[in-house]
């Protein structure tokens, strides 16, 4: 856990990463409403021009990069388990583009904001966070089974919890995401 009474010196590559892994977090959060709005086309809850689903899923794809990339984790087993659900979710994305399987790409994408959610959790007291892997596993089963509605239900709701994150993080200073550089595992 990060003891935010410690000061650390941030380089300008630190604060860039900082800075970065918010803007995924907040491009997460409006992802998710996105892909609410999405799914709600497709099933005729409204009505919009154009197709929303590939601009989410490449917005769901980079803010998963950013945030990945730039994770500030001091377990190196935790730290691998959040990021690498990140790029084997953009593999599976690319490789599985226009598929029946969409649900899978995205499932490891969930996997790795799962992570971040709990670690943010753990770090800082923001509220409904610990609901958030339960949205998102529970999101992709119904995308899996294109039980849509439940699936709009559980994406809007991490959405709002995610912004919630968002909003509480941009007000943080930013060593608070750094922590002590000396607790980091190799």
């Known amino acids: 856990m990060a003891n935010i009474e410690h000061v650390?010196?941030?380089?300008?590559?630190?604060?860039?990463?900082?800075?970065?892994?918010?803007?995924?977090?907040?491009?997460?959060?409006?992802?998710?409403?996105?892909?609410?709005?999405?799914?709600?086309d497709d099933i005729a809850l409204v009505l919009i021009d154009g197709s929303l689903k590939e601009f989410a899923f490449i917005s769901l794809a980079l803010s998963a990069a950013m945030s990945a990339a730039n994770l500030h984790v001091y377990d190196k087993k935790i730290r691998m388990?959040?990021?690498?659900?990140?790029?084997i979710g953009l593999v599976l994305l690319i490789l599985l583009d226009d598929s029946h399987f969409f649900w899978l790409?995205?499932?490891?994408?969930?996997?790795t904001f799962s992570g971040i959610a709990l670690k943010e959790s753990f770090c800082f007291k923001v509220m409904g966070l610990k609901l958030i892997p339960f949205l998102l596993c529970i999101a992709t089963l119904m995308l899996a089974m294109e039980v849509w509605l439940i699936a709009l239900i559980c994406l809007t709701f991490a959405g709002v919890i995610f912004l919630f994150l968002a909003i509480q993080k941009?007000?943080?200073?930013?060593?608070f995401d750094i922590g002590n550089k000396a607790n980091y595992q190799n």
């Open 8 to 40: 650390e010196t941030l380089d300008s590559l630190d604060k860039v990463s900082v800075i970065t892994y918010r803007l995924g977090i907040t491009l997460f959060s409006f992802t998710l409403f996105l892909s609410s709005l999405a799914i709600a």
């Open 81 to 87: 388990i959040i990021t690498w659900s990140a790029w």
């Open 105 to 111: 790409p995205v499932g490891f994408l969930f996997i």
């Open 170 to 175: 941009w007000k943080m200073p930013l060593h």
